[in-house]
Nanobody, 124 residues
Framework: VQLQASGGGLVQAGGSLTLSCAAV?????????AAWFRQVPGKERDFVAG????????YYADSVKGRFTISRDNVKNTVYLQMNMLKPEDTAVHYC?????????????????WGPGTQVTVSS
């Protein structure tokens, strides 16, 4: 499956952005769990949010809980990350990821497919 992320940009602290990740797949996208990770230079890629293949169960890093919402539309083969109340510490390259499983994991290695990343910059 190929993932294409979009929606990053520059926003002031307290603002909002929505990231989208479109999947091109030979398999039904609903068979994949999906997640968003982010990475700043010199640091590991950190889990931000994940969503089960049905969309019924979501998971969040403590740092974004209550501010970010992950969702998916399996008809459109797209996963979204709505980011509200953005903070300067949210500045990072954000990546979408997917794996053909029913289990969302919070580490990067088990994910088989990655989008190219989209930059999110939050100014103070």
């Amino acid at each position: 499956v190929q993932l294409q992320a979009s929606g990053g940009g520059l926003v002031q602290a307290g603002g909002s952005l929505t990231l989208s990740c479109a999947a091109v797949s030979g398999r039904t996208f609903g068979e994949y769990v999906a997640a968003w990770f982010r990475q700043v230079p010199g640091k590991e890629r950190d889990f931000v949010a994940g969503i089960a293949y049905s969309g019924g169960t979501t998971y969040y890093a403590d740092s974004v809980k209550g501010r970010f919402t992950i969702s998916r539309d399996n008809v459109k083969n797209t996963v979204y990350l709505q980011m509200n109340m953005l903070k300067p510490e949210d500045t990072a390259v954000h990546y979408c990821a997917a794996r053909p499983s029913r289990v969302v994991v919070r580490t990067a290695i088990p994910y088989d497919y990655w989008g190219p990343g989209t930059q999110v910059t939050v100014s103070s």
